[in-house]
């Protein structure tokens, strides 16, 4: 059993001797808490042919344990106030609630019993299998989506990390239940597991609850299961899809932001100048991405840029949405206004992206999932998890040439270039990013 000292004020983070992690974040200034059972495993974990079974299985674990009905599951959760979820990403799912503070070891036993005891029956697992089918094709005939979607490939091209999270519909409608329990065994195992909790709780008697819940959750067979997963490389195609019943064209281009040297700068620190940069860019009315293409050129309505990332990797995205005939322009005033950040940051906007970035960091700090969830993120990303005041100072402290760096670093890959809509071609999308590259030189 894992002790604290009583009233421990501070982030907890203990590893037990099977390797999972515990995660507690006191936030005693709030009366909710949210508790998570995050694993490091994703659609990056699949092949073309088990694509989509970690999305299924999300949503197969709340039909069932070994005590409880899919009744009693959703019942339990709500005769508490408390608001269940779950989600799957590229390299990680999670599992959690939000309820009070004093419910949270109630919302911990109840969350491990859906990650460690779920038995996946067979009648329940037919019906869901046809509504995350009717999901899959949902994606598959939005054209935002199907943009986002076909940025992945065209960053990635065949590696896993380009499959889309939700599968194809050839494979979820062939799932079996002997396909779920394998996926379990084989990914849902101590290492990659963290048991989190963030809000105002009795910190010392939920981590002793999660040591005593999670002492027996099996480890790997493989040696490597606790070792940082190679990054998937870096491909950047151009790729396009027509859709013939709408007007407008989702453009979605993407560029790699490749790590810091560890001589440079510390992880934490690089992803907040990555972050800056895409504030600085894309992030408000006032960046100069929005201001130039929206209310100087009137060239789209939508228009914003963001760092993507997950534990290994990171990617400067700017989205926009067009028309055929101002789709040239658009892509060229983007392009112009990229290359002007890697050649000087204006004091001004850093000013701005920086109080952007700081104000998001306090209040995702007001609110017990965001939190929570922040923390995990960093945990799976840098091994540590950065306090708030700590985060905000860095941020403070970070120069104006190291977002200049970024901008230039990442402007030295061809672009991922994905879009969908009215008019989209293979052909154009190519001529588009040729135009990028050769903005560039």
């Known amino acids: 059993m894992v002790r604290l000292p009583a009233k421990r004020a501070t982030i907890a983070l203990h590893t037990l001797p099977n390797g999972v992690r515990l995660l507690a974040i006191p936030m005693p200034h709030v009366q909710s808490a949210s508790v998570g059972v995050f694993l490091r495993v994703g659609s990056r974990d699949e092949t073309p042919v088990t694509n989509g079974i970690g999305h299924v299985l999300e949503h197969m674990a709340f039909k069932g344990t070994t005590t409880r009905s899919v009744q009693a599951i959703n019942l339990d959760a709500e005769r508490l106030g408390a608001d269940v979820n779950a989600f799957t990403g590229k390299d990680t799912t999670g599992y959690f609630m939000t309820g009070l503070g004093r419910h949270a070891e109630h919302l911990l036993r109840m969350t491990a019993d859906i990650v460690l005891n779920s038995t996946f029956p067979d009648n329940e697992l037919q019906r869901e299998l046809e509504v995350i089918r009717q999901e899959a094709i949902e994606y598959e005939e939005d054209p935002q989506d199907s943009s986002s979607e076909l940025l992945d490939r065209a960053i990635w091209g065949d590696d896993p990390m380009g499959m889309p999270v939700i599968g194809t519909v050839g494979n979820i409608e062939g799932f079996t239940r002997n396909d779920l329990v394998w996926h379990v065994q084989s990914h849902y195992v101590a290492e990659k597991t963290v048991v989190a909790a963030a809000g105002n709780f009795d910190v010392e008697a939920w981590v002793a609850l999660a040591g005593e819940l999670f002492a027996a959750m099996p480890p790997s067979a493989d040696l490597s299961a606790s070792l940082p997963p190679a990054p998937a ?209």
């Open 233 to 441: 490389k870096y491909v950047g195609h151009a790729m396009a899809r027509r859709f013939t019943q709408v007007s407008q064209v989702f453009l979605n281009i993407a560029y790699p932001l490749a790590p810091a040297r560890q001589d440079e700068m510390s992880q934490q620190r690089w992803r907040l100048a990555a972050s800056l940069a895409a504030n600085l860019f894309g992030g408000g009315m006032s960046a100069p991405l929005v201001d130039r293409v929206r209310e100087q050129l009137g060239l789209a309505y939508t228009a914003h840029s963001t760092m993507d990332s997950g534990d290994v990797w990171a990617n400067f995205v700017v989205h926009s949405v067009t028309t055929p005939d101002k789709l040239d322009a658009l892509v060229t005033a983007t392009g112009g206004l990229l290359r002007a950040q890697a050649t000087t940051i204006d004091p001004v906007h850093l000013e701005r992206a920086k109080n952007q970035l700081t104000v998001s960091r306090v209040r995702a700090g007001e609110r017990t999932y965001a939190t929570m969830e922040q923390a995990v993120e960093e945990l799976f990303a840098s091994g540590t998890v950065t306090p708030m005041a700590e985060a905000i100072a860095m941020i403070d402290d970070i120069r104006a040439e190291e977002v200049r760096a970024v901008f230039e670093r990442m402007l030295a890959n061809p672009p991922a270039l994905a879009m969908t809509g009215k008019g989209a071609s293979a052909r154009t999308a190519r001529q588009l990013a040729a135009g990028l590259v050769a903005g560039v030189r």
